[in-house]
């Protein structure tokens, strides 16, 4: 019912920056919710930052002040940015929604990407 693809991962040095996109498809009216996760070598899937429908915006404090969440509308798409990066950012960064005014009612379940990976390192 809903369709995340990510992309722009890729292999970056300390202190570079990537941009990875999330586009939402499928059978529903609107998102309320997009939001990043990621789950580092070893360990716990872990939210990184979220954005609303209204565009209110929250950062976990490790990517606070270093990474931005912003999000087309039109098309669906969330963007982050993440900038100054170092090699604990290292992980597979999941696109995550929820919830979604389907086209059948309003779903609650969330969903999630396939993961785009990104590694810091020099």
């Known amino acids: 019912q809903v369709q995340l693809v990510e992309s722009g991962g890729g292999l970056v040095q300390p202190g570079g920056s990537l941009r990875l996109s999330c586009a939402a498809s499928g059978s529903f009216y609107s998102i309320d919710t997009m939001a990043w996760y990621r789950r580092a070598p070893e360990k716990e899937r872990r939210w990184v930052t979220s954005i609303t429908s209204g565009g209110d915006t929250k950062y976990a404090d490790s990517v606070k002040g270093r990474f931005i969440i912003s999000r087309d509308y039109a098309k669906n798409t969330v963007y982050l940015e993440m900038n100054s990066l170092k090699p604990e950012d290292t992980a597979v960064y999941y696109c995550?929604?929820?919830?979604?005014?389907?086209?059948?009612?309003?779903?609650?379940?969330?969903?999630w990407g396939q993961g785009t990976q990104v590694t810091v390192s020099s």
């Open positions: 995550h929604a929820s919830p979604v005014r389907l086209f059948s009612g309003v779903s609650y379940v969330g969903y």
